[in-house]
């Protein structure tokens, strides 16, 4: 009898101990302290998160709209350039089509017109083209004038300042002096310098031009011999250093080994 009441109290123990360890009431306490104290935390979070809202919201929406204002600006700008960009292309078209017709006079005004308006793009090229029909047009010094403009604008491209240096340089060359003409160019003759041999030729016809033969000869001694001078201009230097070297002082001639061979 004392072992069957034993074993029905280990079996009735074991039992029990089986059927509330598989519905989880043991392990139901440990989720239930578990779940509080995710709770707890949560709540200490959102806390947190409304306390910094609290204290940063109106400058994160005002953020949020910076943003959202600067995007929208830069693309409205983009767009704005674009159209004008397009209107400035289409008139200056429609000012050239008056040059293509020789109506230069209203040429010329639109030009100028269209060159008060910008200074980059087409508004830029709508300068070049006034100066150049002031120039067409025998005004020589207002065309000068134009070009010494463009060649003071520190804000375009140096290429585009060398050419409107050569550009007025090349329009005083028919009266100034040799030293006026090598102040506004000589440091286009340089070596290494993409103008150089244009600037020479100018240099060498204004020396021509006033009377100062030896500087003429010589400059158009270093195209002629130049190899990177072109065809051309080599040609015409030859030319000219044939007509110059008879009429220089016998002290002054050049001997025969420094001539060039003509083209």
Not at 147 to 174: G, I, P, Q, V
Not at 195 to 215: D, M, P, Y
Request: net charge negative.
């Amino acid at each position: 009898m004392i072992a069957i009441f034993v074993f029905a109290v280990y079996f009735t123990q074991n039992f029990w101990t089986q059927v509330c360890w598989n519905r989880s009431i043991f392990k139901g306490g440990v989720i239930f302290l578990s779940d509080i104290f995710r709770e707890i935390d949560e709540e200490i979070r959102q806390d947190r998160a409304k306390d910094m809202w609290k204290k940063y919201g109106v400058y994160i929406i005002a953020l949020a709209a910076l943003v959202v204002v600067s995007i929208s600006g830069f693309k409205a700008w983009q767009y704005y350039s674009l159209q004008q960009a397009e209107k400035a292309g289409v008139a200056y078209l429609e000012n050239m089509v008056l040059v293509d017709n020789g109506e230069d006079a209203k040429a010329l005004e639109a030009f100028r017109a269209m060159s008060q308006k910008g200074s980059t793009g087409f508004y830029l090229l709508a300068k070049f083209q006034e100066a150049g029909l002031l120039a067409k047009a025998g005004k020589d010094g207002e065309a000068i004038a134009v070009y010494d403009t463009l060649a003071a604008n520190s804000k375009l491209d140096e290429s585009l300042r060398n050419l409107a240096k050569f550009r007025a340089a090349l329009l005083l060359s028919n009266t100034a002096s040799y030293k006026e003409v090598e102040d506004r160019i000589g440091d286009l003759a340089t070596t290494g310098n993409p103008w150089r041999q244009s600037a020479q030729e100018i240099l060498a016809i204004t020396a021509f031009r006033t009377g100062n033969l030896v500087k003429a000869e010589e400059i158009f001694v270093v195209l002629a011999t130049d190899p990177e001078t072109p065809n051309d201009m080599r040609t015409r230097a030859t030319a000219m250093i044939s007509i110059i070297t008879p009429q220089l002082p016998a002290s002054a001639t050049k001997t025969e080994e420094t001539k060039p061979d003509a083209q």
